[in-house]
């Protein structure tokens, strides 16, 4: 019973030391297999850190790429209305100049009628004049003619007083 019980014993004691060396194994896999996690979690939390980094960058770069854009686009847009401004003050100015130019034409038209209305009317005063003037010689002449004819007894002296 004695080396019954002292090979219990020592199976005790290999089967304790076995226990203690499985624990440790456990204990030696549980600590790795923690270390290991740990690791893989930093090693995610860095990959989601660069991940996360990379997002903001793009998504800058991106929001930059299309301000970039609307602010091309803007200019663009702004580049055709001023063109359309341009070639609208154009055309305005032409047909400010169209009617600048019919204006002056028809202020000389309106000059040249009213000054050949008054050479008109000088020329019909002058015609009038002279048909005055001329019919107050003829009456002069008659009226001479006759005091002359009255005065004078022979027809011949009547003419020559005459002329």
Same mark, same amino acid.
């Given at each position: 019973?004695?080396?019954?019980?002292?090979?219990?014993?020592?199976?005790?004691?290999?089967?304790?030391?076995?226990?203690?060396?499985?624990?440790?194994?456990?204990?030696?896999?549980?600590?790795?297999?923690?270390?290991?996690?740990?690791?893989?979690?930093?090693?995610?939390?860095?990959?989601?850190?660069?991940?996360?980094?990379?997002?903001?960058?793009?998504?800058?770069?991106?929001? #930059?790429?299309? +301000?970039?854009? $609307?602010? @091309? !686009?803007? %200019?663009?847009? &702004? *580049?055709?209305?001023? =063109?359309? /401004?341009?070639?609208?003050? #154009?055309?305005? +100015?032409?047909? $400010?100049? @169209? !009617?600048? %130019?019919?204006? &002056? *034409?028809?202020?000389? =038209?309106? /000059?040249?009628?009213?000054?050949?209305?008054?050479?008109?009317?000088?020329? @019909? !005063?002058?015609?009038?004049? &002279?048909?005055?003037?001329?019919?107050?010689?003829?009456?002069?002449?008659?009226?001479?003619?006759?005091?002359?004819?009255?005065?004078?007894?022979?027809?011949?002296?009547?003419?020559?007083?005459?002329?």
């Amino acid at each position: 019973a004695a080396t019954v019980r002292s090979v219990n014993f020592v199976e005790a004691r290999s089967a304790a030391a076995a226990a203690r060396a499985r624990e440790k194994v456990v204990r030696d896999l549980t600590r790795a297999a923690e270390r290991q996690v740990k690791e893989a979690y930093k090693a995610a939390e860095r990959e989601a850190r660069a991940v996360k980094m990379i997002d903001k960058w793009l998504s800058e770069l991106i929001a #930059k790429v299309e +301000r970039f854009a $609307q602010q @091309e !686009r803007r %200019r663009a847009e &702004q *580049a055709v209305v001023l =063109q359309m /401004r341009i070639d609208e003050m #154009k055309m305005r +100015r032409a047909t $400010q100049a @169209e !009617r600048e %130019r019919e204006k &002056q *034409a028809a202020i000389a =038209q309106q /000059r040249a009628a009213r000054e050949a209305e008054r050479a008109r009317r000088e020329a @019909e !005063r002058q015609h009038e004049a &002279q048909t005055k003037h001329m019919r107050k010689v003829r009456q002069f002449e008659s009226r001479h003619l006759v005091y002359v004819s009255l005065s004078v007894t022979s027809p011949t002296a009547a003419i020559a007083v005459a002329f």
